[in-house]
Each structure stands twice: as C-alpha cells, then as structure tokens.
C-alpha cells in the first residue's frame, strides 16, 4: 500500500506540470539510479528456484 502513497504524493505534487515535464523528471530521475542488485537478473534466480520445486 506505500506504493499508492507514494503515487498518490507523486500526482499531488506535479499536478500543474504538463506531461512532458512529468516525463521528464520521470526519466531523469530513472537515469539517475544505481543498478538494483535485488532486480538485476532475477529471472536466472527464479528459474535456479524453480527447477529445485519440481
């Protein structure tokens, strides 16, 4: 549920921006991350998981 929060401040604060501002600062601030490790390949990890349950 933080998630709907967080969107929900999101929309609040850029509710006088137009779209393309909006999308821009989305994509700087996606740019602007650091690799996650807790994403990064998580489908090898999944299949490894998976193969183990059958």
Do not use: F, N, P
């Amino acid at each position: 549920m933080d998630w709907y929060m967080a969107m929900a401040a999101w929309k609040e604060d850029t509710r006088y921006m137009g779209l393309r501002w909006q999308l821009a600062g989305v994509l700087r601030t996606v740019t602007h991350r650091t690799r996650s490790d807790h994403l990064c390949g998580y489908w090898q990890g999944a299949a490894e998981r998976i193969e183990d349950q059958v």
